[in-house]
């Protein structure tokens, strides 16, 4: 059956920006070693539309170009002119969030190793390193009923998300949301390295909790250093050292 083509609208400049802003998180995301063979999701709301952007089905994410994103609607269904297909069943819980979180513009979902095996452990993520005491409070947990795909799951997971914007899936991996790609961008490096060294601490046994006194005073002066922008230098930093190593994203 052929692809259906439901729109072919003129590109927005802030579709661009958009395109430009996402192709670069892609790139920047397997850079860092974070990505998934041609699986898993990064979106991004096109900015005053009821559309996202998402990875052509079929190509790395060191292959993502700011032309060759998939403009979809929240059921995964295509409304630009593409010949890529999109992966629709990968898309269900993005879709789902962006349906019902209307502040959720950006989101990701990731398999890297030690994201999933800290969702692989009973006790999760745990406050025991500087950058997971900052998710403390912060981290909502959904049960594994299998790959998510089925649409009868989405009642729960939008329950166990509740107002946080970390949701574990376990003995799956993470799925974090943000207000914008730059929020959604820092706080997923930051629960990166909480995962890496909380996999690291555990193999040597013994890890110190840190007591919720401190993890108050911690979060509290987090706040009250953190730039107003939250994750924008980050992500513009890290998207000058793409530039140095291929600007292919750009096209
Ligand atoms: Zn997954």
Redesign the pocket.
């Known amino acids: 059956m052929a692809t259906q083509i439901k729109a072919t609208a003129p590109r927005s400049d802030a579709e661009w920006t958009a395109r430009l802003e996402l192709a670069a998180c892609y790139r920047i995301f397997d850079m860092m070693g974070w990505s998934e063979s041609i699986y ?1 999701h990064i979106t991004l709301r096109v900015p005053g539309e009821d559309a996202f952007l998402i990875n052509p089905y079929g190509l790395l994410w060191s292959e993502v170009t700011a032309s060759n994103l998939v403009k979809i609607d929240h059921e995964g269904n295509k409304l630009c002119d593409s010949p890529y297909p999109v992966n629709k069943a990968g898309f269900t819980q993005h879709g789902l969030f962006h349906a019902h979180c209307d502040w959720a513009h950006a989101i990701v ?1 990731t ?1 890297t190793p030690d994201t999933m095996a800290v969702c692989s452990s009973a006790d999760g993520l745990t406050p025991t390193n500087f950058y997971a005491c900052f998710f403390e409070g912060g981290v909502a947990y959904h049960d594994f009923e299998g790959i ?1 795909v089925r649409a009868e799951e989405g009642v729960r997971l939008l329950e166990n998300l509740g107002d946080k914007r970390v949701l574990l899936l376990r003995n ?2 993470p799925v974090v949301l943000g207000e914008t790609l730059y929020e959604m961008f820092f706080n997923y490096y930051m629960l990166q390295r909480a995962c890496e060294i909380q996999v690291k601490t555990c193999a040597l046994g013994n890890p110190i909790r840190v007591p919720p006194e401190v993890i108050a005073i911690h979060q509290r002066d987090r706040d009250e250093v953190a730039l107003k922008d939250f994750g924008r230098a980050d992500f513009e930093a890290w998207v000058r050292k793409l530039d140095t190593i291929d600007t292919g994203w750009r096209d």
């Open positions: 898993n979902h398999h998510t799956h991996g």
